[in-house]
């Protein structure tokens, strides 16, 4: 093993790993486009709702998007638990993962 390879856990056998990084696609220049329908669950979102879930999507914190929305972070932590629901994903970070897939949210 190099010496650069040495870390505390390389006595234990542990190896390092890298994570492979997979570049986006461009966006289509194509503005006629067609847009990609809606998910099933965005009908069921209310307004506010959909904007905890791009706010999340922006990467704001729970205490962000209540400033930014003017709300408490509890009605915030509310909607967000709501969201899941309707999504019917596991956590926060599967909620955007569905909604920039489903493209509910696009990537600017």
Not at 5 to 26: D, E, F, I, K, N
Not at 38 to 59: H, K, M, N, T, Y
Not at 72 to 84: C, G, M, N, P
Request: net charge positive; charged share 20%.
């Amino acid at each position: 093993m190099s010496e650069s390879m040495r870390t505390p856990l390389a006595p234990y056998g542990v190896q390092r790993r890298h994570l492979q990084v997979v570049p986006v696609a461009p966006p289509s220049s194509d503005a006629t486009a067609p847009l990609a329908p809606a998910p099933g669950w965005a009908d069921r979102l209310s307004s506010r709702e959909v904007e905890v879930l791009q706010c999340i999507a922006a990467g704001l914190s729970t205490n962000e998007i209540a400033e930014t929305l003017f709300i408490s972070t509890a009605t915030v932590k509310s909607h967000i638990a709501r969201l899941i629901c309707k999504v019917e994903v596991r956590d926060r970070l599967q909620l955007v993962i569905a909604a920039y897939r489903s493209g509910f949210v696009r990537v600017s």
